[in-house]
C-alpha cells in the first residue's frame, strides 16, 4: 500500500523555522518526484514546490512567496523527503500536505497523499 | 486569486448530474497541459479523481467524468449521492509560472 505520513509540525513564532518530513512506503521512493502542497484553514490548495528524483538530478523547484525561504531535499536512503521552512510568516500557517507526482512531468498528477501536518505561525 | 477558476459552490439533489468548470488560459490548460481533478471531503486528504482530462483512477466509480476544451475543462458528476459533498479542485500545470497551480475549489453541496 502507498503509504505518505508527514510529520514535524507544531506552532512556531513570526521568523522561526521548522522542517517537515514525509515518510514514503509501498513504492518506489528514489524513483519518484515528491511534491508539497498546503491548504490554510478553510482555504484552498496551494502548491510549495516539489524535489525530482536522483535520475533529474534531484532537481527543486519552488512557489513564488516561498523561494528563497523554503527548501526542499530527500534521503533516498531512509525514504524521507525533506521541507525546512525559514523565515516563517503567519500566512505560512496551514496544513502541509506531500504527495507524489505520477508520472514525474508537467503533466503528471498527484496520485498519493499524506494525511497532513498542521503548522501554525503565531506569537 | 487562482490561476484557473472555479466556481465556489453547486449543488444539486440526489440523483441530479451537476458539473463544475475549470477555466484557465494560454499558459496551461490553453497550452495543452492536462487537468486532474481531485476531491477532498471534510477533515480529509485530497484524493485524485480524474488524471489526464478524462481518466478515472481505479476504484473511482463512473459517475464522475472529466472532459477538456482549449482553455477550460469540467468535471461532470451523475446520480448525485449524499457521500459526494466535498470540495473539489482542479489542478493543472503553467508555463509561465513554471508551477503546478491549482483551481479555488468548488463546494459541492448535495440538497
Known amino acids: 500500500e502507498v503509504q505518505l505520513v508527514e510529520s514535524g509540525g507544531g506552532l512556531v513564532q513570526p521568523g522561526g523555522s521548522l522542517k517537515l518530513s514525509c515518510a514514503a512506503s509501498g513504492f518506489s521512493f528514489s524513483g519518484s518526484a515528491i511534491h508539497w502542497v498546503r491548504q490554510a484553514s478553510g482555504k484552498g490548495l496551494e502548491w510549495v514546490g516539489r524535489i525530482r528524483s536522483k535520475a533529474n538530478s534531484y532537481a527543486t523547484a519552488y512557489a513564488a512567496s516561498m523561494k528563497g525561504r523554503f527548501t526542499m531535499s530527500r534521503d533516498d536512503s531512509k525514504n524521507t523527503a525533506y521541507l525546512q521552512m525559514n523565515s516563517l510568516e503567519t500566512e505560512d500557517s496551514a496544513v502541509y500536505y506531500c504527495?507524489?507526482?505520477?508520472?514525474?512531468?508537467?503533466?503528471?498528477?498527484?496520485?498519493?497523499w499524506g494525511q497532513g501536518i498542521l503548522v501554525t505561525v503565531s506569537s | 486569486q487562482s490561476v484557473l477558476t472555479q466556481p465556489p459552490s453547486v449543488s444539486g439533489a440526489p440523483g441530479q448530474r451537476v458539473t463544475i468548470s475549470c477555466t484557465g488560459s494560454s499558459s496551461n490548460i490553453g497550452a495543452a497541459y492536462d487537468v486532474h481533478w481531485y476531491q477532498q471531503l471534510p477533515g480529509t486528504a485530497p484524493k485524485l479523481l480524474i488524471y489526464g482530462n478524462t481518466n478515472r483512477p481505479s476504484g473511482v466509480p463512473d459517475r464522475f467524468s472529466g472532459s477538456k476544451s482549449g482553455a477550460s475543462a469540467s468535471l461532470a458528476i451523475t446520480g448525485l449521492q449524499a457521500e459526494d459533498e466535498a470540495d473539489y479542485y482542479c489542478q493543472s500545470y503553467d508555463s509561465s509560472l513554471s508551477a503546478s497551480v491549482f483551481g479555488g475549489g468548488t463546494k459541492l453541496t448535495v440538497l
Open positions: 504527495t507524489r507526482r505520477s508520472p514525474d512531468s508537467s503533466q503528471g498528477w498527484f496520485d498519493a
